[in-house]
C-alpha cells in the first residue's frame, strides 16, 4: 500500500510539474491572423502607451497563462495591453487584447538556448560578428521568432529569425 501511494504521490508530483512547465509556454489566441496581430502590435508601439491597472480579467489571464510571474507591470495603447513581469530571473513581455486575448510574448534566452540553426544562419550572415548574450524568444500568433544580438566592435545588430532559421530582419545600433 505504501508503494502505491509513494507512486501516486511521485506521478502527480510530475504531473503538475509538467502543467506548470507547459504553461509557461501558453498558446497565443487563434482569434485575430498572423497580420492582424503583427498591425495591433505596430498600433501599440506607435501609440504612447501609459501605464495602467489592468481589469480582472487580464489579471486572471496573465495568472492562467504565467502562473509563477512576478513583479509585474502593464501598460495599455491603441487597445492593447503590455504586461512586462519575471519567471525565474528571466524578463518576459506578453501582449493581450482587452478581452484578454493572448496576441503575443517574448522573453530571454541564453545564447546557448537559441537553436543551432539559428546560430549558424546569423554567423553565415555576419561572418565577422560574435553572438552576444542578448537575445529572444518571441511567439507571434502561429509563427516563433528568435532575436539575436550580434557584436563587432562599436557596431551592434539585432537580427531576427523565424524558427526555420530563415532571416526575417535587422536593426543596426
Known amino acids: 500500500m505504501k508503494i502505491i501511494f509513494k507512486t501516486l504521490s511521485i506521478t502527480g508530483t510530475l504531473f503538475l510539474m509538467s502543467l506548470t512547465v507547459a504553461a509557461q509556454n501558453p498558446a497565443v489566441s487563434t482569434k485575430y491572423s498572423d497580420e492582424q496581430i503583427e498591425t495591433q502590435i505596430q498600433s501599440y508601439h506607435a501609440a504612447n502607451a501609459r ?3 489592468p481589469d480582472e480579467t487580464l489579471s486572471q489571464q ?3 497563462d504565467f502562473p509563477t510571474a512576478r513583479d509585474i507591470e502593464w501598460e495599455t495603447a491603441a487597445g492593447i495591453y503590455e504586461a512586462e ?3 525565474k530571473q528571466k524578463d518576459y513581455k506578453a501582449f493581450y487584447d482587452v478581452g484578454g ?4 510574448y517574448a522573453f530571454e534566452i541564453q545564447p546557448s538556448g537559441v537553436p543551432a540553426i539559428i546560430r ?3 554567423k553565415s550572415k555576419y561572418p565577422k560578428f560574435k553572438l552576444d548574450r542578448d537575445a529572444k524568444k518571441i511567439v507571434i500568433g502561429t509563427k516563433v521568432l528568435y532575436r539575436v ?7 551592434e545588430i539585432e537580427a531576427t529569425y523565424n524558427s526555420d532559421g ?3 530582419k535587422e536593426h543596426y545600433d
Open 51 to 53: 501605464d495602467v491597472f
Open 62 to 64: 496573465l495568472k492562467k
Open 85 to 87: 513581469f519575471e519567471i
Open 101 to 104: 486575448n493572448l496576441l503575443m
Open 120 to 122: 549558424n544562419a546569423a
Open 149 to 155: 544580438t550580434m557584436e563587432s566592435g562599436e557596431t
Open 166 to 168: 530563415n532571416f526575417v
